[in-house]
């Protein structure tokens, strides 16, 4: 995709977002432009519940809920790391969650994952992308950090108001 075309539709997302008043709205609409742009098969997006010590996330496409310890699985030792993390063999990594395919019978081949930071620059979420076609890069890995951060104000403000 050309830049003036991602950016066009960067911000055609944006204002689309706006209009979405909770996490229930804002986050199949976060999930779906993800995957378009990175071009992979699905996309999750984990919110950190600190209280409970656990990620949990309704956007695992036809998947109900999926909750992960936060000290548990490639999310969890994203939360841990505070760093993006590309995996291009899931099932080679020692902390893959082979558990989560077992339970929704998806295969993930690969994914990459960023922390998604609040204003305070404390964790609120994961934001991860699995199954892109020839694995995922350096490049995929700069879309995420820049748009974890953009996502990012949403999900703190509609954490914070439960809307």
């Known amino acids: 995709m050309k830049n003036e075309e991602t950016y066009a539709k960067l911000a055609d997302f944006g204002r689309e977002l706006l209009n979405k008043k ?28 600190n209280q409970r010590s656990e990620l949990w996330t309704t956007i695992a496409d036809g998947v109900e809920k999926i909750i992960v310890p936060s000290n ?9 790391v505070k760093k993006p993390l590309i995996v ?19 295969k993930t081949e690969n994914l990459v994952t960023a922390p998604i930071f609040d204003s305070n620059r404390q964790i609120v979420g994961v934001l991860e992308l699995l199954n892109k076609k020839d694995g995922f890069d350096n490049e995929d890995v700069k879309f995420m950090i820049f748009f974890a951060h953009y996502i990012s104000g949403f999900i703190e403000l509609t954490n914070i108001y439960k809307g």
């Open 22 to 49: 909770s996490l229930v709205d804002g986050l199949p609409h976060i999930a779906s432009y993800a995957r378009e742009i990175i071009g992979a098969q699905r996309c999750s997006i984990f919110i950190y519940d």
């Open 72 to 80: 548990k699985g490639i999310v969890g030792y994203t939360l841990k």
């Open 88 to 106: 291009n063999d899931a099932y080679a990594d020692p902390n893959f969650l082979s558990d989560v395919d077992l339970k929704t019978g998806y």
